[in-house]
Antibody
Framework: EVQLVESGGGLVRPGGSLRLSCSAS????????MHWVRQTPGKGLEYVST????????LYADSVKGRFTISRDNSKSTLYLQMNNLWTDDSATYFC????????????????WGRGTLVTVSS | DVQLTQSPSSVSASVGDRVTITCRAS??????LAWYQQRPGQAPSLLIY???SLHTGVPSRFSGSGSGTDFTLTISSLQPEDFAVYYC?????????FGQGTRLQNK
C-alpha cells in the first residue's frame, strides 16, 4: 500500500525540541522530493520545509528557518524533521507530503499525504 | 508572499447541486494553482493542478479554470462524499501558500 506514516509528535514546553519521522512505503521513496506541511485551525495549511530526492537541497519557511532541520534516509525510506527552540505558534498537526516531481527539483504539488502527527507546544 | 483569498468561506448545498468556489491571488500566478479536498478527519488530497487538469482518479464532475489572479473550482453535481473543505494552493513562487479554505456543507 502506498502510504506515509508520521510519528514523533507530542506535548513539549516552549524552547524544547522534537523530532518527527515519516515512514514511506509502496513507492520508490528515493525518487521523490518530500515536504512537511502543517495545519492549525486558526492559520490553516502552512508550508514548512522541503528536501530534494537526494537530500542535497533543502528549503524552509521563514517562520522555521534556523530552528527546524529537514533530512531523509533513503535507505530507510524515512523523512525527518528536527524541531528545536519550539514556540507556541509551532503547535499544529504536521503532515509529511510527497511531491509529484520525480527526480531532482520541485513541482510543489502534493499527491500523497500522511495522516499527520500533532505537536503541542505549551507550558 | 502570494496571498490567496477563497470565497465563500462556507457554502451550504444539496446532493445534485452545482457548486463553484473562487480563489483570488494577490498577484499574477499564471496557471500555477492547485486545488485540494479535505474530508473530516483526513489529510488533504490533490484534486486539480495546474489550474484545470484533473489529478489521476479524480471524478470528472470536478473542474477547474482560471489564470492570472482569478480561479474557480466547480463541482457539477454534488455527491455525498464531496462535503468537505476545499483549499487552493499557489505554486508560482516560494514559499508556496494556501487559501484559508472553503467549507462545503450539506444543506
Amino acid at each position: 500500500e502506498v502510504q506515509l506514516v508520521e510519528s514523533g509528535g507530542g506535548l513539549v514546553r516552549p524552547g524544547g525540541s522534537l523530532r518527527l519521522s515519516c515512514s514511506a512505503s509502496g513507492f520508490t521513496f528515493s525518487t521523490y522530493t518530500m515536504h512537511w506541511v502543517r495545519q492549525t485551525p486558526g492559520k490553516g495549511l502552512e508550508y514548512v520545509s522541503t528536501i530534494t530526492n537526494d537530500g542535497t537541497s533543502t528549503l524552509y519557511a521563514d517562520s522555521v528557518k534556523g530552528r527546524f532541520t529537514i533530512s531523509r534516509d533513503n535507505s530507510k525510506s524515512t523523512l525527518y524533521l528536527q524541531m528545536n527552540n519550539l514556540w507556541t505558534d509551532d503547535s499544529a498537526t504536521y503532515f509529511c507530503v510527497k511531491d509529484t516531481r520525480r527526480g531532482h527539483g520541485y513541482n510543489w504539488n502534493f499527491d500523497l499525504w500522511g495522516r499527520g502527527t500533532l505537536v503541542t507546544v505549551s507550558s | 508572499d502570494v496571498q490567496l483569498t477563497q470565497s465563500p468561506s462556507s457554502v451550504s448545498a444539496s446532493v445534485g447541486d452545482r457548486v463553484t468556489i473562487t480563489c483570488r491571488a494577490s498577484r499574477d500566478i499564471s496557471n500555477w494553482l492547485a486545488w485540494y479536498q479535505q474530508r473530516p478527519g483526513q489529510a488533504p488530497s490533490l484534486l486539480i493542478y495546474p489550474a484545470s487538469s484533473l489529478h489521476t482518479g479524480v471524478p470528472s464532475r470536478f473542474s477547474g479554470s482560471g489564470s492570472g489572479t482569478d480561479f474557480t473550482l466547480t463541482i457539477s453535481s454534488l455527491q455525498p462524499e464531496d462535503f468537505a473543505v476545499y483549499y487552493c494552493q499557489q505554486t508560482s513562487s516560494f514559499p508556496i501558500t494556501f487559501g484559508q479554505g472553503t467549507r462545503l456543507q450539506n444543506k
